[in-house]
């Protein structure tokens, strides 16, 4: 029965939405719901023979009220006379509906998970599985008692290389966000299967840290089919170098063919078209070498090609550096159709710098040397290349759009036809033409 002290506590508390004076007198067992009644038995029994610790959660059902979840506690030592205790009541319906809530969601996860086909689990803060399906079964050969039974149990199936980690994934699961990752076990039949990993943190609507929810996939499948195309692509990529080199190769017999037939030029000036053809050959030839050693077969790094292309112009029109020339197009980078155009561009311009822009070894007036520039950029739309000098200047009257000159000629029909692109001509200090053009498929520069 009710005391009349505790009445007081219970009005306060509120727990029975019941008046004091309604209490007073009434058993408290009235109170407690038919599915809790015996435990509640069990506890007054000890709470009366003075056990101190007495504890247990049952459900207060008064009529006209909701119920609640209470949580008892005996506190006082009992009076075997009268058969009276002190007990201590804590509401706890908040907490313990939030727990039910979780096992409900975690019965929806599990009638969903069972029937899936990727492995998926649930391990709680300390890293103990609470859940793992059937279909873990199926991918590592190993049924799901073995997880549940041995939380260290996958660490054992892991490959050598994968278990790094895979332990520090493990020690950081609070700490990290939803993560992905691969990683290889070996199966109960020895085989190396490959598994796609992801995860994420699980927290409770007060913040605490749940455990770690995850989903494992069976992707063997799809690792060999990258391993396949990983190994087309090289075999690829080593035919593709061959036929550079190759090529390189051919340019190399036609340059020497053009060579011969010089040598039998008796003729000074009938040996100059030979010439400047072996000058436009090696400005090609160039491209694919540089590409049959570079790492990547779709691009050349253009600031070295133009040190190579400029550096074999200077040691054939003047080995003497008396004419300087400065090369600056740092991270620059092209593909083969672009940099083939340019470089017979930089091949035909720079030829007429050594041999027209400086006559008598004197630059333009007012310059201390003779200087020819060549540089290139990519502006992040278009690449920009300019070749200039500080010598005398084009004759004003010279209309190089239509100048009779095969150099010329040919850089105006590969920068505005081949290339696409736009050609200015400053006559201010010498000569310097500017070639803008955007390639129909942007690159994306390293």
Known sequence: EWSRG????????????TERAHLIGRRFGLFISTETRPVFNKFLAEALRGVTHASCEVIIAPNGAPSRYVQLEGIGASYHADRQCRIALLDITKRKRAEQALLDSEEKYRMVADFTYDWEYWRDPDGKYLYVSPSCERITGYPPEMFMADPGFLMTILHPEDQQQMAWHCTHDQETPAMRLDFRIITRTGQECWVGHVCQPVYGTDGRFLGRRGSNRDITHRKQLEADLRHSLHEKELLLREVHHRVKNNFASIISLVELQQQDVIDPSASVPWAELTHR?????????????????????????????????????????????????????????????????VNELVTNAFKHAFPGGQPHPGADHCEVQVSAAWDGAAYILTIADNGVGLPEELDWLNAPSL????????????????????????????????????????
């Open 6 to 17: 505790l009445g007081d506590v219970y009005k306060r508390q509120a727990l029975l939405g």
């Open 281 to 345: 050959l090696r400005s090609m030839s160039m491209v694919h070498e540089m590409l049959y050693e570079s790492q990547s077969l779709a691009q050349i790094d253009f600031h070295r090609y133009l040190e190579s292309l400029t550096q074999y112009l200077q040691d054939c029109f003047c080995p003497s550096g008396m004419i300087r020339i400065q090369v600056r197009s740092p991270n620059v980078w092209m593909s083969l159709d672009h940099a083939i155009p340019c470089g017979l561009i």
């Open 407 to 446: 150099g010329l000629r040919l850089v105006r029909m590969l920068g505005r036809h081949q290339l696409q692109g736009r050609i200015e001509l400053d006559r201010s200090k010498g000569a310097r033409f500017t070639l803008r053009f955007q390639p129909p498929a942007i690159v994306t520069q390293p």
